[in-house]
């Protein structure tokens, strides 16, 4: 598809990757609604690219709902999904603390359900549309200090998997893609600051989520893992 025809909601895109994929498809053309949770952040960001804000919370069943009826009110229609919003959580196995552990499954893999489950109903009406999940290299290999989150990524590329099998006879493209680290603010208590040329930024994963989409629709990438080539 070409990126004038997306007609996109991305969730989580009031910073870091979600802002950049929103920014990236909105200069191409694309009609772009972006949700997050705190409206103040949303507006500001959406105002600056020119997309639509949704205030949303994808742990909630009836934000998700809202939000898709929103975009799909706004934007004139819809075809793609970026299920972007997430959060991380550290922790040695012996203190892994039960709420924190449900908020990391909530917002990265019931939130990434509950969206998807909401637009599965328009895409497989219209017959048409793309999925793209944003994991992690914490998908496909677990580390220490991270249960919550390893275990929310491998269960968003199961997901994935279960939902490629579903619905690509619907010509719906479910897309998978693992970023290595990225250097936003993700699960850091000070901004960064010091941006390291040679480590993946933003951008990098906004590019790959233009190139999986401007494929032609014939055809899909089933996932995607990106490194920094050369980050020391
Ligand atoms: N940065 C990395 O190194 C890296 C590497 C691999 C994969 N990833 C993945 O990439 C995605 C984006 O990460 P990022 O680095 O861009 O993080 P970020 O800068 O912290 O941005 C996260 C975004 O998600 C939103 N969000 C969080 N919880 C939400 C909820 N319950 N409902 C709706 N929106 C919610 C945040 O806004 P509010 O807080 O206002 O809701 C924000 O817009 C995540 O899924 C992350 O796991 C990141």
Redesign the pocket.
């Known amino acids: 598809m070409k990126i004038q025809e997306c007609k996109a909601l991305i969730?989580?895109?009031?910073?870091?990757?979600?802002?950049a994929i929103a920014k990236v498809l909105k200069d191409g053309g694309a009609k772009v609604a972006i949700?997050?949770?705190?409206p103040q952040?949303?507006n500001a960001s959406a105002k600056q690219i020119g997309v639509e804000g949704i205030v949303?919370?994808?742990?909630r069943e009836q934000d998700c709902s809202k939000a898709v009826g929103a975009a799909l009110k706004s934007l004139g229609g819809l075809n793609v999904l970026v299920n972007?919003?997430?959060?991380?959580y550290k922790a040695p196995l012996e203190s892994v603390e039960v709420e924190l552990f449900k908020d990391v499954w909530?917002?990265?893999v019931l939130?990434a359900m509950l969206m998807s489950r909401e637009v599965s109903h328009v895409f497989k009406k219209q017959k048409y549309g793309s999925i793209i999940n944003?994991?992690?290299?914490?998908a496909l290999r677990g580390y220490e200090n991270a249960t919550a989150?390893v275990a929310s990524?491998f269960a968003l590329r199961g997901m994935t998997q279960c939902w490629q099998a579903e619905l690509r006879r619907f010509n719906i493209r479910v897309i998978l893609i693992?970023?290595?680290?990225?250097?936003?603010?993700?699960?850091r208590k000070q901004k960064v600051t010091d941006i390291n040329p040679k480590k993946l930024l933003?951008d990098d994963?906004a590019h790959t989520v233009a190139s999986c989409l401007t494929m032609h629709d014939r055809g899909f990438v089933p996932e995607i893992t990106l490194y920094a080539t050369n980050p020391w």
């Open positions: 969730t989580g895109g009031s910073k870091g990757i979600g802002f949700t997050a949770r705190d952040l949303l949303a919370d994808v742990r972007n919003a997430g959060i991380g909530s917002t990265n939130g944003i994991a992690s290299t914490a989150y990524k693992n970023p290595s680290e990225v250097q936003t603010n993700f699960g933003a994963v």
